[in-house]
């Protein structure tokens, strides 16, 4: 008498390549969404570290251009502020932690099958 499992994949392979298959779009699937957090943070970074430079460029002319004409006006403030408020969130969107629970589906599966197959082996041994 063959085990449960062999007896599967000699009398219905085609559940097996469906199984196999399922497997493969599950891990395509959970690999894309990981993909997206990481690419994410990744552009939240770029234009963090682009904006400081911005920001730090657009202080310095804003403080010659303030001692060239000896006066201060609002917006010697107001077009760096908004850089250093935009490097300010892109910083906090990349650096902020998140949970990583990518694959937590396909270890799911896995451990249901394993789970599936021990019980499988129980009643066969029975």
Known sequence: MLHPLF???????ELIADHLANYGALVREESQEAARGLI???????LAVV???LALGLIGVSVMLGALHGSFHWVLAAVPGV???IALVSGYL?????????FADLRTQVDADIRALRLARQ????
């Open 7 to 13: 007896s599967t994949v000699l009398g219905h392979p």
């Open 40 to 46: 994410g943070r990744l552009i939240a970074g770029v």
């Open 51 to 53: 904006s400081t430079m």
């Open 83 to 85: 850089a250093v408020l």
């Open 94 to 102: 990349a650096a902020r932690p998140r949970a990583f629970h990518a």
């Open 123 to 126: 009643n066969h041994g029975d």
